[in-house]
Structures are given as structure tokens and as C-alpha cells.
């Protein structure tokens, strides 16, 4: 698709459901989501720039803006008019930048583990200590300290699985690419003002045991949105798709049987 290499995995047919995912994973995330989708709905999971098998793309940060603008090009490569959007954490950000970029394509959004704020000055230095010891020492670092902060306790207790899957989605993940989502995310705009403006029924999801966007969070962002729903996934981190996939797809389901048809 035009000058970018985007790389995707799909499954299904029927109206669109877009999976977005986190930081700093790609849209293998979206493995078991892909293959438990309900009849009637197409899910097109895509490896944002740099991460994956899409290729980097020219040089300089990734901004949400752009992972955002890739998705809606590789919608309009599909021929997907209308869409659902479902973003987690960092897939999130690049939501509220869909909704912010094409609302009028948008049916329905659920918000997994995000937060709409922006960085504080303490994170925003974080993101750069992060670039710059991805760019100098490579990316096992992350799979040893992120994965402790991504996964839920019990998701360490009874699914090893889980975690080495989420360990080898980190090492295989480019450091270059990496360093620039991470500058990316420093600079995000602040989608705070954009809650009260997503007028289609929303899931807000969170796992009980998240650190990084803690329920208490989830609970506010649901308040900011006029038709959104809440759901606590028991037992899971940051990372309810992969922690505990049965529980998070009885709730993307119950909200994708809710969306009107367009
Ligand atoms: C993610 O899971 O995408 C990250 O936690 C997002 C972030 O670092 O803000």
C-alpha cells in the first residue's frame, strides 16, 4: 500500500472491526481475537510501522497521527468504508487520533487498557531513556522489566504460556522502531477533550490487576463518554486479550452484538 509496506493479518467476513495494538508488540496480539470473532464480523489486525513485518518507514518519530493515517490507508486499500475500532494502550492513542481524523467512518470504539492523558514531564524522560538504551543495547531489557509491569499476577501464576508469548512478541520487535514509537508516545496530543465528542457506543476495557492504566482510570474515561460501557476483565494485567482471552472476547462480543448496523 502506497509508499509503506503494511503488513496485516484478517479473519472473517461482514462489517469491519480494526484491531490496534500496544507497545511494543505487533498484530499478533490479536491472534485468538481474530480467530473467536462472531459470524458477520471482518477483523483486519495490522503490525503498525516499524514493528511486525510492516516495514519502518522514513526516519523520525512515530507519531500517532501517522500510525493512525497508515490504518485508515490500509482501510481504504481493503475497500472498508465503515469500521470499529479496537485499540489497546498505544493502539488507544492512535483510536482517539482515528476517531479525531475520520469519525464519520467510525461505528463503534473500544478503548482496552488506554488512557486518553497525555505523558508527564517524569514519563516524557522516561520515553527517552527508553529510546535511547533500545537504540544502544537492543531490546531485551524490555522483555525482562516491561513484561513484570504488562502481565497480571495470576497470568504469572497459571499462564507461562501467555508469558513467553509476550516475551518473544518483545525480542522480535526491531529497536530502532522501538526508540521512535517510544518518542512518538512523549508527544502525543492530549485526547482528554475528544471523550465527550465520541457520540457511537463505546466498550471501555480494562484487566482488575492493570498498573500501567489502572481501573480507577478506565472508570473515569467511561464517565467522560456519553454512550460507553465498562468491563472488568478478572485476573489480567495490561494485557487482557492475551492474559485472559475468554473473558475479554464475552465482552468485545456482548459490545459488537450492541453496534447498530450502519
Ligand atoms: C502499551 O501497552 O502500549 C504501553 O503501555 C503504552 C505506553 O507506554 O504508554
Redesign the pocket.
Known amino acids: 500500500m502506497g509508499e509503506l509496506e503494511v503488513a496485516w493479518r484478517e479473519a472473517g467476513e461482514g462489517r469491519a472491526i480494526l484491531f490496534l495494538h ?2 511494543p508488540l505487533d498484530g499478533s496480539l490479536w491472534k485468538d481475537s481474530l480467530g473467536a470473532l462472531p459470524d458477520g464480523w471482518r477483523g483486519i489486525a495490522p503490525d503498525l510501522r516499524g514493528f511486525g513485518d510492516s516495514e519502518p518507514g522514513e526516519n523520525g518519530l512515530y507519531s500517532m497521527d501517522r500510525f493512525a493515517a497508515d490504518a485508515l490507508a490500509l482501510l481504504d486499500h481493503l475497500g472498508v468504508d465503515r469500521f470499529a475500532v479496537c485499540g ?4 488507544g492513542y492512535v483510536a482517539f487520533r482515528l476517531w479525531s481524523l475520520a469519525r464519520e467512518r467510525i461505528d463503534g470504539v473500544a478503548l482496552v487498557d488506554t488512557r486518553p492523558g497525555t505523558d508527564d514531564e517524569e514519563a516524557r524522560v522516561g520515553r527517552r531513556t527508553l529510546a535511547a538504551r533500545a537504540r544502544g543495547e537492543g531490546t531485551a531489557f524490555l522483555a525482562d522489566e516491561l513484561v513484570q509491569k ?1 502481565l497480571g499476577p495470576a497470568t504469572f501464576r497459571e499462564r507461562p504460556d501467555a508469558v513467553q508469548r509476550l516475551r518473544e512478541m518483545i525480542l522480535r520487535q526491531p529497536a530502532e522502531s522501538v526508540a521512535r514509537a517510544a518518542l512518538g ?1 512523549a508527544r502525543r496530543r492530549d485526547s482528554t477533550a475528544l471523550l465527550v465528542t465520541i457520540q457511537v457506543p463505546t466498550l471501555v476495557l480494562v484487566g482488575s490487576d492493570d498498573i ?1 492504566t489502572p481501573v480507577e482510570e478506565a472508570e473515569r474515561m467511561a464517565d467522560a463518554i456519553p454512550d460507553a460501557a465498562l468491563a472488568v476483565v478478572p485476573a489480567a494485567g ?1 494485557l487482557p486479550p492475551l492474559e485472559r482471552p475468554e473473558e475479554f472476547h464475552e465482552a468485545l462480543h456482548h459490545w459488537l452484538r450492541s453496534l447498530r448496523a450502519p
Not at 489497546?88 to 493502539?91: A, D, I, N, P, Q
Open positions: 500496544g507497545f489497546l494502550s498505544m493502539g504488562l508516545m500501567v495490561h
